[in-house]
């Protein structure tokens, strides 16, 4: 069962997901009257493990696990909107539950060999619903799993491997955020291996439900790729293509489209000691939507040199062009890194580097590029027996031309990487258009983007622009990030950068105090909006045994968004009593934006409790309340979730709830509630 389960169904949209129960419940019976048929048929010998050498038999069937037992369950939803009325919805299943775990084979394993495990229960729904309308349903459900998967010549260069599954569980974007996922999965694969060369080959069709949220999400796609891989002593090639074709609802946005992509990749290791090493990858995307398409061209080179035991170097160059409708982005950059250890405490580096972009709509354009470089230094001294001095410095000089055309400017598919601390990243472009804004993941899914002011907030703080991640966001640490900006007049500028920093560990790194500082510093950029930025930091962490706690304080003075943050953590683990483990985990961040005027506040205070009263009985719990205050992101989230297990012998019970209570800007609350019980004999 995968652990709680949960259905959420919002009038109107009842049909496919029944559609897919009763397939799904379809296969459960074909596989259970299978096993029947079987095991009334096949000799008690047909039934043991595989040898390593069998006769051949038109079929034979191993039943490695066979229980059963109960599932119940019991949901309620209710979602309250400050002067718009209230919704809710409640359901009840219960029903008899079923595990078979088979394995065989038809003729012999090196032909046929097939693996089918059941794990769900079959039983009657009662789903009602209430709010601006009212809705009441009836239904035969199967709540679990299902897998089944066939080999065909497995042991043979050219095997291939038929599959099909389902599965009802929860999954969890962070502590906050848990949804229930019905997914359907089926397809099958190829491969053919000869001496250096291998081909695969797949074809799979997902379909997926996903529940638990105000609105429901849902997917379904068809996905077919192949690669051609060449191995080698010193390296080895690789063509890979695909085509996915999706549709997509999310929080009530419809997409549709299909993506393909072609890859090459190569990696080499040459020279007369092998101390040359190169990847070469070029890429091909092309996006259809029901927007506008988009392609993307790729190709980069990594080239990197063991000259000695004391000097190395690396080349990197990169290309890309990415067109979005009549937008169009065209990026070229490199850089060369020579690093020298002059001892096993001082390395010494050069780092050049330059790039040109291009950036333009239908009648607008800018075209920018910058060429520098600087020394750098990074020195590690042992203090003594237990404490450890880390130092670096960089400078770097650059010059940047600007050509624009004026207007507003587009940027496609920037990068960014959300951090661990949870502070907002900040865009690269000034004076950006907010309505414009559309955040992606790395497959640029959903189609419409995620949802700002539910997966994510826009900060204006100057004439730069924070995205923010709140807790219980589905948005991935990876995304894609596309808006427009108003371009700058045209101009040239140099730029000084230094960054430097030091750390301290004491006590074999059991207590630490670090501090960073970075200046950029532009001259000649009076038309131009280029940053000017002193960044200072410092911090102090600490751990013993399974204690952590640290403070971080950040001051981001900058011409344009100045802000400044404090960070605190702490976290511990311990066992308070025999066979117990208890943890905590605490973060507290407070940010100021200067010139928006504006301050937020975020507190976060997790729990984790397990007890082992006997070998037969077990509980668990986590718990959390995570609020943040701020104008306008005002928001608490709070989670229960204990669990009580026993098993003794075949027999074996589980008891849960799940309790989950969000309240948003003080106008809307959605508390959701499930308890489940299960109850299961092997035999």
């Known amino acids: 069962m995968n652990g709680r389960m949960d259905q959420q169904r919002i009038a109107g949209s009842r049909s496919p997901a029944a559609h897919r129960q009763l397939q799904v419940l379809s296969a459960v019976c074909r596989v259970a009257a299978m096993g029947a048929l079987f095991a009334s048929a096949w000799p008690m010998s047909a039934q043991t493990a595989l040898r390593p050498y069998q006769e051949p038999h038109w079929a034979t069937l191993n039943i490695d696990r066979v229980y059963t037992g109960v599932y119940a369950e019991a949901y309620t939803q209710t979602t309250s909107i400050s002067g718009g009325g209230e919704s809710t919805e409640d359901r009840l299943f219960f029903g008899p539950l079923l595990g078979l775990d088979l394995s065989g084979s038809v003729y012999h394993p090196n032909l046929i060999a097939y693996h089918i495990n059941v794990d769900g229960s079959v039983g009657w729904t009662e789903d009602n619903y209430s709010g601006a309308a009212t809705a009441s349903t009836r239904e035969l459900r199967f709540l679990g799993s299902f897998f089944g998967e066939i080999g065909i010549l497995d042991s043979k260069p050219l095997h291939g491997r038929l599959f099909s599954s389902y599965t009802h569980s929860y999954q969890d974007y962070d502590f906050f955020n848990r949804i229930y996922v019905d997914t359907w999965r089926y397809g099958g694969s190829l491969n053919y291996s000869t001496g250096p060369w291998r081909f695969f080959t797949s074809v799979s069709h997902e379909t997926q439900d996903a529940t638990g949220n105000p609105i429901p999400i849902w997917s379904d796609s068809t996905i077919a790729s192949a690669s051609l891989t060449h191995q080698r002593k010193s390296g080895s090639s690789t063509i890979f293509g695909s085509v996915n074709d999706y549709t997509r609802t999310d ?13 090459l990749s190569d990696s080499e290791d040459f020279g007369p000691r092998k101390n040359w090493h190169s990847v070469v990858n070029a890429g ?12 993307l061209y790729s190709a980069a080179a990594n080239l990197r040199a063991e000259h000695s035991e004391q000097l190395s170097s690396q080349y990197n160059l990169n290309y890309s062009q990415n067109t979005y409708g009549e937008s169009d982005n065209d990026n070229i950059s490199g850089n060369l890194l020579l690093e020298h250890k002059l001892f096993q405490s001082l390395v010494t580096d050069l780092n050049l580097q330059g790039y040109r972009y291009t950036a333009s709509s239908s009648t607008d354009s800018q075209r920018s590029w910058q060429f520098g470089g600087g020394p750098g230094v990074r020195y590690t001294k042992r203090l003594s027996r237990t404490s450890v001095l880390s130092a670096y410095e960089n400078i770097g000089y650059f010059h940047t031309d600007v050509q624009s055309s004026g207007g507003l400017i587009p940027v496609i598919d920037e990068q960014h990487v959300f951090g661990s601390s949870g502070q907002p990243i900040t865009l690269r472009q000034p004076n950006i258009i907010q309505s414009t804004i559309v955040v ?3 497959s640029h899914l959903p189609p419409g983007g995620y949802i700002a002011g539910l997966d994510y907030n826009i900060i204006q703080n100057g004439q730069f622009t924070l995205i923010e991640r709140p807790v219980g966001s589905r948005v991935p640490d990876s995304v894609l990030i596309s808006y427009n900006f108003e371009a700058s007049p045209s101009g040239s500028y140099d730029t000084v950068n230094n960054a430097c920093g030091l750390r301290f560990d004491f006590f074999d790194n059991h207590w630490s105090v670090y501090t960073r500082y970075s200046l950029t510093h532009n001259d000649g950029a009076e038309n131009l909006v280029v940053q000017d930025l002193n960044l200072f930091v410092l911090g102090t962490e600490g751990h013993w045994k399974a204690l952590r706690a640290g403070v971080e304080f950040e001051i981001y003075d900058s011409s344009l968004a100045p802000y400044d943050s404090l960070r605190f953590f702490q976290s511990l683990t311990f066992a308070p009593a025999q066979r117990s483990r208890l943890g905590f985990n605490f973060t507290e961040t407070l940010m100021n934006y200067e010139q928006a005027n504006r301050a937020d506040q975020n507190y976060t205070a997790t729990v984790n409790y397990n007890q082992a009263f006997t070998r037969h009985l077990n509980f668990d719990v986590e718990t959390g309340v995570s609020q943040r205050i701020g104008e306008g992101v005002d928001q608490t989230l709070a989670v229960f979730r204990p669990q009580v297990q026993y098993s003794s012998g075949k027999f074996s019970a589980s008891i849960g709830y799940d309790l ?10 959605r508390i959701r509630n499930l308890a489940y019980i299960r109850l299961r004999k092997d035999f």
């Open 284 to 295: 091909y995307n092309h996006l259809e939507s029901m927007t506008l398409p988009s392609q």
């Open 660 to 669: 989950n209570y969000d309240e948003y800007l003080s106008s809307q609350t």
């Open 251 to 263: 929080y009530g946005v419809a997409g549709a489209g299909r993506d393909y992509t072609l890859n």
């Open 440 to 442: 992606t993941d790395n």
